[in-house]
């Protein structure tokens, strides 16, 4: 079975700094994708980005990037520039690929940025 | 932009009570899917549908139902809530364009769901 793991429960980051949040994941199956979702105070789960195992070149999205190193079975997420609207929970994801393509999700970050 | 609509924001009930909570999303997307979160569990998928009138249960299907007779609505029903049943409710539209192409899942903003 697919498992995410999240190993940081809470970071504090300030503003204009750069942050990496961590993921690392868990599967046997060769083609998946992986996904980065932010969940602020109001509970809305908002895409950030994606990436697919098989894609050559790591996912960026604005401030957002995605470090992918496949044989470590990582994906953490770079968020550049870090802006108080940042603050958030951050859960990394992945698809499954069996039945119901639906996401498996880590434990989620709480970051915090700081002015 | 992909939008994915619910219901309510907040909804408070007795134990007992017959519970709908409906999604909406309008960009034609066949798969969609619901969620509960709780804290230190995570989200969890109750159940999901691949298309109209096609459902299947996810991983903790007791105690809900689901409906889908037109394929913009995905409605979540409690037959009798219960307070463990207590929780966030997150519905999700699935975006596919095909292999090598965008595959994500948008979410809408979420029910909090008191049962007393």
């Known amino acids: 079975a697919q498992k995410i793991t999240q190993t940081q429960p809470g970071m504090f980051v300030q503003e204009k700094e750069a942050v990496t949040l961590d993921c690392t994941y868990d599967?046997?199956?060769?083609?998946?994708?992986l996904f980065w979702y932010k969940q602020p105070s109001s509970g809305e789960m908002i895409f950030l980005i994606y990436?697919?195992?098989?894609?050559?070149q790591n996912a960026t999205e604005g401030r957002y990037s995605l470090n992918f190193q496949k044989a470590r079975k990582s994906a953490n997420l770079v968020i550049s520039a870090s802006q108080l609207g940042d603050s958030a929970m951050y859960f990394c994801?992945?698809?499954?690929?069996?039945?119901?393509?639906?996401?498996?999700f880590g434990q989620g970050t709480r970051l915090t940025i700081n002015p | 932009d992909v939008k994915v609509t619910q219901s309510s924001r907040y909804l408070v009930k007795r134990t007992g009570e017959k519970v709908f909570l409906e999604c909406v999303q309008d960009?034609?997307?066949?798969?969609m899917f619901w969620y509960r979160q709780d804290p230190g569990l995570g989200l969890r998928l109750i159940y999901f549908?691949?298309?109209?009138?096609?459902?299947e249960k996810g991983d903790i299907p007791e105690g809900y139902s689901v409906s889908r007779e037109k394929k913009e609505r995905f409605s979540l029903i409690l037959e009798s809530a219960s307070t463990n049943q207590t929780s966030m409710y997150l519905c999700?539209?699935?975006?596919?364009?095909?292999?090598?192409?965008?595959?994500?899942?948008?979410f809408g903003p979420g029910t909090r769901l008191t049962v007393l």
């Open positions: 999700a539209s699935r975006k596919y364009t095909g292999t090598g192409g965008t595959d994500t899942q948008y």
């Open positions: 599967t046997s199956d060769p083609s998946y994708g």
């Open positions: 990436q697919g195992s098989y894609d050559q």
């Open positions: 994801a992945m698809r499954d690929f069996q039945g119901a393509q639906k996401l498996v």
């Open positions: 960009m034609d997307h066949e798969n």
């Open positions: 549908s691949y298309d109209v009138k096609m459902k």
